[in-house]
């Protein structure tokens, strides 16, 4: 093949030459990955690029040129690696090209990867993965595999990486096979509706192993691994928001864990309904959190994590006072707000991404504690709670705790009641923290008693009255008395006084504490 010489200008991109240089060689293997593009509503990766970061802030990019004089022209080797800025800081990016053999991972995808990643890791800079490859080549799987800087590094560095330096996945399209350990070791993973899919085997792979016939969604769509797998953080619909939760995201997190976030200018919460009028006096009506949550956030602070799975358990970030705070909050609108081993995993796996990143905590509690069963003993909920419970119990960041309502047996204490030694355990007026509800205790104080009254009326009577003695017994001034709860403060209060209670945890405080006995890594399940 006569080689064509090509010259680089400001004026004409790599995709453009690319793509001029499939239509002189007819025999290109590139052409037809440009035709599939717009039809899907891709955009070709240097647009994304430019869609995310910001404008004329381009540092670094090498490997530009790899592989541009093999015979089948490869520019790049299907992937471009570069420093640039997003949000006025300088951030990684690691980002396959799909019009270069469909994205896949040839002997120079790897070292770029590798390198960009080292250089992440040396100059504590977050790191993004624009995800969009149909794997391994296997034709040059000898020089890709088995060797110390093969594909299997890149994985070694992505799990070393966890909890020094913010690592996201975008995933536009496939990541298959062994690849898709990349998204499952990040700290943040968006997947795009319809077009992203994670899998270990393809379901043509599935069905000659197993004989299981499955679509492509059900093995590994993105809103199976949002919905059911837990593997997706957040599920959007193009891939302009999925760059946009990505400039988000960053927003709310330092360089590296060495760093604190920003604190930004203040915003009042939304105007609405008082804390007071959202929050129901009777512990058996389900109450929804995000309007709770709205009253005490900076306006339109709030950017939720995992919004679609395990939906009984709210995680996500937000801004108290112009400081970047994670919310842990329980939805007894959603299955009572009882802990289920999925919302221990999804809490936990929040914990620890805050932790990491010098993120203070506030819990907001609303529960009658962790689901019981034979189903979820099955499901390792003693496991999965346990983790949840080791993770709030070594998080270093500033904790407190507002008990809402309700905040019965193991379930105060995941929620970072007061024995996981938070800053500071407060409530509202009408908090009940116990051991368990009324309807519970007094079935298991009374149950021979109830059982001896025979006339239904007496023993309703009964049942009721020792309802109403229990409650008394647990009302929130009981322990406050007792110094077990910090304070009772009053809806109206709650935004000011988590505003000063946060500055003042977080003054002077070493945000290096523990780092010589441990690291937080950030971790999925």
Known sequence: MEETKTTLTKEKSIDQIVYEKANEIKTSANRPYYEKMKPIGKMFV??????????????????????????????????????????????????????????????????????????????????????????????????????????????????????????????????????????????????????????????????????????????????????????????????????????????????????????????????GKSIEELVPA??????????????????????????????????????????????????????????????AEKAAHFISLCDAYNIPLLFLVDLPGFMVGSKVEKEAIIRRGARMLSTVANATVPRIAVIVRKAYGAGYVVMSGASMQPDACIALPQAQPAIMGPEAAVNAMYYNKIQSIEDPAERQQFIQEQREKYNDDINVWSPASELYIDDV????????????????????????EGIAQKKTVVRRG
């Open 46 to 271: 240097r647009d994304k690029i430019k869609y995310l970061v910001d404008e004329d802030s381009f540092e670094v990019e090498d490997g530009l040129f790899a592989r541009c004089k093999d015979e089948d022209f490869l520019p790049g080797d299907a992937v471009v690696t570069l420093v640039a800025k997003i949000n006025g800081q300088p951030v990684a990016i690691i980002a396959n090209d799909l019009t270069i053999k469909a994205g896949t991972w040839g002997k120079k995808t790897i070292e770029k990867i590798i390198r960009m990643q080292e250089l992440a890791e040396k100059r504590k800079i977050p790191l993004i993965y624009m995800i969009d490859s149909a794997g391994s080549r296997l034709n040059e799987q000898f020089e890709t595999f088995t060797d110390r800087r093969h594909a299997g590094k890149i994985f070694y560095d992505t799990a070393r990486l966890s909890g020094l330096i913010p690592q996201i996945a975008l995933v536009f399209g496939p990541s298959p096979a062994g690849s898709a350990y990349l998204p499952a070791l990040c700290d943040f993973v968006v997947m795009v509706n319809k077009n992203a899919s994670v899998y270990l085997g393809s379901p043509r792979m599935a069905e000659m192993a197993t004989g299981e016939k499955v679509s492509m969604e059900e093995m590994g769509g993105a809103r199976m691994h949002n919905t059911v797998s837990g593997l997706g953080d957040m599920l959007v619909e193009n891939e302009q928001e999925a760059l946009d939760a990505a400039k988000k995201y960053l927003s709310y997190l330092p360089q590296n864990w060495l760093k604190t976030p920003a604190v930004v200018e203040a915003k009042p919460p939304v105007d």
């Open 282 to 343: 009777n512990q058996r009506i389900p109450m929804d959190m995000y309007p709770v949550i709205e009253r005490i956030v900076d306006k339109d602070s709030f950017f939720e994590f995992k919004k679609l799975y395990a939906k009984e358990m709210i995680t996500g970030f937000c801004r108290i006072g112009g400081r970047s705070i994670g919310i842990v909050a329980n939805q007894s609108k959603v299955k009572g707000g009882v802990i289920f081993p999925e919302s």
């Open 489 to 512: 403060v009053p809806g109206d209060r709650l935004r000011k006084d988590l505003i000063q209670r946060f500055d003042l945890y977080t003054q002077n405080r070493d945000i290096l």
